[in-house]
């Protein structure tokens, strides 16, 4: 009886696959996705502070302008933004467009270093509106 569990393939895992920003992009998506899960927790506590009173109100802001507040607000921000080109990405795909290799990497790029300049650019116009 010849041993047929010697002759099936590997699955292919990241020995095999050359690490690209598309992949990272794919992943990070998937992070920022479960971080706006945390983020909509906070926006919700918010919103209950501020339909529990003044007191509460105040004190949930106090964290919020915290210099940790402000750092999870504005990685809130960024997965936001982030999460919405990389959906883009996808309803273009959906659609049939972009899987050039070429392409699909510089989507890839574009969609990290514009969700970083727009989310410096979303907090600079709120730091000079404030």
């Not at 918010?46 to 007191?55: C, D, R, Y």
């Not at 507040?69 to 933004?81: D, P």
């Not at 699909?104 to 000079?128: D, G, M, Y």
């Amino acid at each position: 009886m010849a041993n047929v569990t010697n002759n099936r393939p590997l699955s292919p895992h990241l020995q095999i696959y050359k690490f690209i920003p598309t992949m990272a992009m794919s992943i990070v998506h998937r992070i920022t996705g479960g971080a706006l899960y945390v983020g909509t927790l906070l926006v919700a506590a918010w919103l209950i502070a501020a339909a529990s009173g003044e007191e509460h109100f105040n004190r949930v802001n106090w964290l919020f302008g915290s210099i940790v507040g402000k750092l999870v607000l504005f990685g809130y921000t960024w997965a936001i933004i982030h999460h919405l080109f990389g959906g883009l990405r996808h309803i273009m795909w959906d659609l049939g467009y972009g899987f050039e290799k070429e392409l699909s990497t510089k989507l890839a790029k574009a969609n990290l270093v514009l969700s970083i300049a727009l989310t410096i650019i979303v907090w600079a116009i709120v730091l000079v509106i404030r």
